[in-house]
């Protein structure tokens, strides 16, 4: 169990990471692309960027040695 939650905080990072890219980029971009889909991004990224923390939580929490 502690290999497959350490194996997902990367993945949520990144994750959080692209969705923040693409978000911003909207931003840039402006017109109906922005829009339609930057305030859903970002609603993204922070979802997100909280099952991230809540993974590193559980994991220093659980798992400490």
Request: charged content about 5%; aromatic content about 18%; glycine content about 8%.
């Amino acid at each position: 169990m502690q290999g497959f939650i350490n194996a997902l905080i990367p993945v949520f990072a990144v994750a959080t990471f692209l969705v923040l890219c693409v978000g911003i980029y909207a931003l840039f971009r402006g017109g109906q692309f922005n829009r339609s889909y930057s305030n859903l991004l970002m609603r993204w990224r922070i979802l997100l960027q909280f099952i991230a923390i809540a993974l590193i939580g559980v994991a220093s929490f659980f798992f400490q040695n």
